[in-house]
């Protein structure tokens, strides 16, 4: 129904506060209701894909941790599935958190990538090498090749490749763990109506990666 733009002020609050489901008041309940709705079931979705990333982060940060621990105790060839292990689950774990994206997570693959350049040199000679999107490329000629010795060279010893992905690991995990077991209500909660998150989210993420150490 169209308003006269000759009704008086009262004419209009008289139409505003009447029965009639076409009223201004009506409109903008059903208007603004909508829009609520809408925001919640896209809120839904960016926590519902965001716990299955955080899941598969986890999953890959688990497998790659195991296959370092087999590795540096390994004897014989075992040592050359178990670097092909860690390279699938380490290259499942960047991919997923690259997807995933935000502040935490980009810090992360940043010391992920540190920790490769300060160790390129040994991983290079076993055929370890690091593509442009932050995952890690196997030479298998190279690395069945690579005696036991050189192999093992590459990921221990102090400050070594595989101690210092090691504590990564076990930080994202710690990390991801928290951040993924807000609920889907908690979740949506703590976004705004332009759907950012929140300052109180962002301080809890960033006090858990502040005490990762």
């Not at 076990?170 to 300052?199: E, F, L, R």
């Amino acid at each position: 129904m169209q308003i006269s733009s000759t009704l008086g002020l009262s004419s209009i609050l008289d139409y505003m506060d009447s029965d009639n489901d076409n009223s201004i008041e009506s409109v903008l309940t059903a208007n603004s209701n909508y829009r609520t709705a809408i925001l919640k079931q896209k809120l839904s979705g960016i926590s519902s894909s965001s716990s299955d990333t955080a899941k598969a982060i986890l999953n890959a940060a688990d497998s790659a941790s195991s296959s370092l621990d087999s590795l540096l105790n390994d004897t014989s060839e075992d040592a050359v599935a178990d670097v092909q292990k860690f390279v699938s689950s380490y290259n499942a774990m960047v991919k997923n958190m690259s997807s995933q994206g935000g502040r935490i997570n980009v810090a992360y693959l940043v010391e992920l990538g540190k920790a490769f350049v300060d160790n390129e040199g040994k991983l290079a000679a076993i055929g370890i090498t690091r593509s442009e999107n932050g995952q890690l490329v196997v030479d298998t000629d190279k690395l069945k090749s690579s005696s036991l010795d050189s192999i093992k060279a590459a990921f221990s010893g102090n400050d070594s490749y595989a101690s210092r992905i090691s504590t990564d690991l076990a930080s994202i995990t710690k990390v991801t763990t928290a951040t993924s077991s807000m609920s889907g209500t908690a979740y949506s909660q703590n976004y705004s109506s332009a759907a950012t998150i929140s300052d109180s989210t962002q301080s809890l993420m960033d006090s858990l990666f502040n005490s990762k150490a």
